[in-house]
């Protein structure tokens, strides 16, 4: 423990204050939700606060009862209590103290990463239908029904009905429970659009319990009648410390048991490294969190809160966030929640056995209802059909069958678009398996440099990840896909996720050799192909990569042209440089150009030898098209003289009046005594402090070339920088 | 020690496809420079149309290999070339190859795969072949620290000199298994100093055996040592293709002893699998 420990303490306890305050009324309703008794879910929150605090490896999670479980914990009970539900909460005990050992190896082998090997959209259709699930087995507390039963699809139906039924209504002790949910769910609304500071202090749920207890006291305090029908009130165990419920091993061995157990083990880790992620990004300090030291004490955590009759601890990110923006800095903070939330519940238990379900329930709500609105599903659909698609089957699979097979379902989608998307089931049977990721540093720059061949989607992305761990998050990154002959939507977003955490240590990021490929839509996360051979540099994309946009923008910085589609009308022109003698030019394109084109920078497809036409070669070039004549030349760095190979019968022009600069510079060109003359002075010295380019002559334009790939957009204005310098000074020779 | 190795008969195994000339033309340009002698091998029925079209593509050529000879035997092919190898104990054997198999082409490559695996010599698979001069400017060396590193680096020099090559890159991999797995900041400092210890000693060994490497063949090249992470023996085919090289020069041990043998041939096969360039693998005989 050192100084700045200390010196954050009052911030983070203050945090950790404010957040079990959110805490409170959350893990008590989704106890509720989740058919246990409402203390279950401040058990798994305070377990949680307290271990994670001590053994965790992330900075600013909180943790405890989590939303994602609600469906699952309710199924578990009913199912594995065959219709009596406290027995089956004794079981789902011991469910939830097995995935805790299964979560906590996990850990210790560093399976974090399995969460990666699920498509963004089943998560984002699994995390609906979790939401859809929340919002329709609440909707009936917080309208004052607690007797309702039947699966979601059936609740869904029953929702008009039953809003219907309340107009029927006659006494005062009918209404009086809708009123309470009714204003419970105008606070959680209205909260976050006000903007007194005194009222943001408190957050919604609070609020919405202020009120219920409130209501409560001023019923049977000042009117001296009954609040509300008994079963409509929080029950709390008379001594939450001597009556603990004994965990249920007896169907251990059952297959529901482990579906269970494995249903648990996925939601939970799912939620954690997905809100480890998002608190990562809001993280100010730019840490990193150790993903796998905390699921080894959110393993841990589940295993206590288990045996003490608590819920599954889960990471959340709600709660997280709040934690945050109240400048919580480390894991003191969920310490700190814990502790008051253990605190509320030893000093004020009578008060918070005041408080009416419909209250809670219409925080859930609320919360389900955010998870599940429908700007998620449009999202998905902008990001392209396919997505969509993908959604709602896992959305429907779940509903109707449960979690497990919904996301098995969604992934089979998935999996099944790519196929046909490809017409090619063979490039992801052949390659899934074969490690696709070459990254090393680039000498010169220091830069990474990383290439993905064959297709890259979540089925392999973690290959992908892996390299991107090992980088420095200061540096630059080029990640290149030029082999690559699909890229899925989870990479895309995956890759904007790393590309915001690295700009913020002051790295970046940048993706080439995308321009070519097909996207379904303009959104920066669709998903793109490689279009078929043949219509390669006919066809017109659309939708323009985010390197594409760079360059437009640029172009009208400068305002020149930008050309995107492909066109071979330079072809007759770049035969005259001898770096094209033995190859062959497809065609061009993202052509950018001056108005008065005398300076045009483009990227090039073409093929060394006929043979291999298909496996064709990207490389960005500059042109600058000169006033005067000058000699036909080949300027190179001295060790990288292999470009130029065929003019093996030259040999190196050495100027004996420049030695540094022959040293440094591999001259090669027919009229020797021209280029000596050419090469004076002020060239010379432009060339010895410039970065080194390939810059080839062929009397009145020059081609200059970086490397024998696809320019980064950092690296092409430095190019078109080094080019109208060059430019200017030759024209004024 | 095991010498450098040196090429003295080189048979090349020929099938009347698209590219019989191309490759055809390859062989005698390398057992031209290589000044050794060309076995040009063919299974199947010997026809005078046949021989009349190699007759006029070994014309054509101005390349002339210190001996030609022509055979022809009929066979399955795999069994009949092995014993050609054999017979006339070719050093290196030439093959032409698929760059990458699908399904109608599998079982014309596998036979390729299939001597490359059983061959009793080193296999030279061509791939991308150009019809016109000197394709072999970029030769990438599998510098992966072994009993056969030195040879294969010696032979790889060699082989550059004689090609007149520009320029050549020994590719040192370091495995991931090596480096603590990085986790958090903590641990990506340590995988990042542990690398650097890793990158430094590759570069002293590779150091010392280039030393002996004469100065009047290592003047004329460009030499780069790279290292690359990835999966031990499986990415240097991806940066043999990433930096366009033309010849990948990979070692094998014909060792009987299980664990070279076995992690060796791992790699090899995913190489061939997907041939990146032309790849030259050098087998060394059982001591």
């Known amino acids: ?733 | 020690m095991k010498e450098a190795k040196k090429f003295s008969c080189i048979l090349m195994g020929f099938a009347f496809s698209p590219k019989v000339k191309v490759n055809v033309l390859e062989a005698l340009r390398l057992s031209n420079y290589m000044k050794a002698k060309l076995i040009l091998f063919h299974v199947g029925e010997k026809t005078k149309i046949k021989e009349e079209s190699i007759d006029k593509i070994i014309k054509e050529s101005e390349e002339i290999p210190p001996s030609i000879s022509i055979k022809w035997e009929e066979g399955t092919p795999t069994k009949t070339l092995l014993t050609a190898c054999k017979t006339y104990n070719v050093d290196l054997l030439l093959l032409g190859a698929l760059q990458r198999e699908n399904a109608l082409n599998f079982y014309i490559g596998s036979i390729a795969r299939k001597l490359t695996r059983k061959a009793p010599c080193s296999v030279l698979l061509l791939i991308n072949l150009i019809e016109e001069k000197n394709i072999w400017e970029h030769i990438v060396v599998n510098a992966l620290k072994n009993k056969l590193t030195v040879q294969t680096i010696e032979t790889s020099f060699n082989i550059a000199n004689v090609l007149s090559s520009k320029k050549i890159t020994l590719v040192e991999e370091i495995s991931q298994e090596k480096v603590t797995p990085v986790e958090d900041e903590k641990s990506l400092l340590e995988a990042l100093a542990e690398k650097e210890t890793l990158k430094k000693k590759s570069a002293i060994y590779s150091k010392d055996i280039l030393e002996k490497i004469p100065n009047k063949i290592k003047d004329k090249l460009q030499i780069k040592i790279q290292n690359i992470f990835g999966k031990r023996g499986y990415s240097i085919g991806h940066y043999a293709k990433v930096v366009r090289a033309d010849l990948l020069v990979m070692s094998i041990a014909r060792n009987k002893s299980l664990f070279p043998l076995f992690s060796f041939s791992k790699d090899l096969e995913y190489i061939l699998l997907e041939l990146p360039t032309n790849v030259l693998i050098l087998k060394y005989k059982k001591e």
């Open chain 1, 1 to 733: 423990m050192n100084s700045t420990f200390f010196r954050s303490l009052p911030g983070n306890i203050f945090s950790g204050f404010v957040v079990s305050l959110i805490a409170l009324p959350l893990s008590l309703g989704l106890a509720i939700a989740s058919g246990v008794p409402p203390i279950a879910g401040v058990l798994a929150s305070i377990t949680g606060g307290i271990v994670v605090s001590f053994f965790g490896g992330s900075h600013l999670t909180i943790t405890g009862a989590g939303n994602g479980l609600v469906l699952v914990i309710l199924s578990a009970v009913t199912i594995l209590g065959e219709g009596n539900l406290y027995e089956g909460y004794l079981y789902t005990l011991a469910a939830i103290i097995c995935s805790g050992v299964l979560l906590f190896v996990f850990g210790v082998f560093r399976l974090g990463g399995l969460s990666n090997f699920f498509p963004s959209s089943v998560l984002q259709g699994m995390l609906a239908a979790i939401g859809i699930g929340i919002f329709t087995k609440q909707f009936f507390p917080m309208i004052g029904v607690i007797d309702v039963k039947g699966s979601i699809v059936d609740l869904i139906l029953h929702i008009p009905s039953s809003i219907l039924n309340i107009f029927s209504y006659r006494t005062f002790d009918e209404l009086f429970p809708i009123i309470i949910g009714v204003i419970s769910l105008v606070i959680m609304m209205v909260h976050p659009k006000i903007r007194n500071k005194y009222v943001k202090l408190i957050p919604a749920p609070m609020w919405i319990v202020v009120f219920a207890v409130a209501l409560n006291y001023y019923y049977q305090g000042v009117l001296g009648v009954p609040f509300m029908k008994e079963d409509l009130l929080i029950k709390l165990p008379k001594n939450i410390f001597t009556e603990l419920p004994r965990p249920n091993f007896g169907k251990i061995a059952s297959s529901e048991f482990i579906l269970i157990v494995f249903s648990i083990t996925f939601v939970v880790s799912i939620e954690t490294l997905l809100s480890i992620k998002a608190v990562d990004k809001l993280d100010p300090l730019k840490r990193r969190s150790n993903i796998s030291k905390d699921l080894k004490a959110i393993g841990l955590a589940n295993i206590i809160s288990g045996f003490i009759g608590g819920l599954n601890v889960v990471t959340v990110i709600a709660r997280s966030s709040v934690n945050v923006n109240n400048r919580g800095s480390n894991r003191a903070a969920n310490f700190f929640h814990a502790f008051f939330l253990l605190l509320f519940i030893i000093l004020f238990q009578k008060q918070i056995s005041r408080i009416a379900l419909p209250a809670l329930a219409a925080i859930l709500v609320f919360t389900g209802y955010k998870l599940a609105a429908p700007k998620n599903i449009i999202k998905s659909f902008k990001i392209g059909k396919e997505q969509g698609i993908i959604f709602l089957i896992t959305l429907v699979f779940t509903l109707y069958t449960n979690l497990i097979l919904g996301v098995f379902f969604g992934i089979l989608a998935t999996f099944l678009i790519h196929v046909i998307i490809n017409k090619n089931l063979f490039l992801f049977t052949r390659n899934v398996l074969k490690p696709n990721v070459l990254m090393y540093e680039e000498e010169a720059t220091g830069n990474y440099y990383i290439s993905v061949k064959n297709f890259c989607s979540f089925l392999n992305i973690n290959k992908l990840k892996n390299k991107l761990n090992q980088i420095p998050l200061e540096k630059h990154v080029i990640i290149d896909f030029s082999l690559c002959r699909f890229v899925d939507h989870t990479v895309m977003e995956e890759l904007s996720d790393y590309n915001e955490n690295i700009k913020r240590q002051g790295g970046s990021l940048e993706i080439i050799g995308l321009d070519f490929y097909v996207a379904q839509t303009g959104h920066p996360f669709a998903l793109r192909k490689m279009p078929p051979v043949t219509k390669l540099g006919q066809k017109e994309n659309p939708y323009l990569t985010k390197r594409q946009k760079d360059l437009d923008k640029l172009s009208t910085h400068l305002s020149w042209d930008y050309l995107p589609e492909g066109s071979s009308n330079l072809v007759k022109e770049l035969d005259t440089f001898l770096y094209f003698k033995t190859k062959i030019i497809n065609y061009k394109y993202n052509q950018i150009k001056s108005k008065n084109n005398t300076i045009s920078f483009f990227d090039l497809s073409y093929s060394e030898g006929v043979f291999i036409a298909k496996d064709d070669q990207k490389t960005s070039f500059l042109l600058l098209y000169l006033k005067k004549k000058i000699p036909v030349f080949a300027l190179d760095k001295e060790e990288l003289f292999s470009n130029i190979y065929k003019l093996a019968g030259y040999k190196d022009i050495n100027i004996k009046k420049y030695p540094d600069f022959s040293k440094h510079f591999f001259l090669r060109g027919e009229k020797r005594r021209e280029i000596i003359s050419f090469f004076q002075n002020e060239v010379v010295f432009f060339f010895e402090s410039h970065p080194y380019y390939y810059v080839e002559s062929n009397g009145d334009t020059l081609l200059i070339k970086q490397k024998n790939r696809l320019a980064s957009a950092q690296e092409i204005k430095r190019m078109i920088a080094f080019g109208k310098e060059l430019q200017s000074l030759l024209s004024k020779n």
